[in-house]
């Protein structure tokens, strides 16, 4: 399943709205997608959206679509 990474970078200041950004990535489970970015990056976590049907595809016609893929 595709899942939708909300984060910060800086996990020493307080989240900013205006700082959000998102990556996607494919997990089998939130906690996994969850594990992943925690294990391979040092962004503070806001929320994690589970992306299947028209909103996956709608995110996938945005032209910065990309999946994040972590070297394990």
Do not use: C, W
């Not at 899942?3 to 950004?21: G, L």
């Not at 990556?23 to 906690?31: K, N, P, Q």
């Not at 969850?34 to 990056?41: D, E, F, H, P, Q």
């Not at 049907?53 to 995110?59: D, M």
């Amino acid at each position: 399943m595709i899942f939708k990474v909300y984060y910060q970078e800086d996990q020493i200041r307080n989240p900013k709205r205006e700082d959000t950004k998102s990556l996607y990535i494919d997990a089998e489970t939130e906690v996994d997608a969850r594990a992943l970015v925690a294990a391979n990056t040092k962004h503070n976590i806001e929320f994690i959206e589970p992306l299947e049907g028209k909103f996956l595809e709608y995110e996938q016609q945005d032209p910065n679509y990309e999946l994040t893929e972590f070297n394990q």
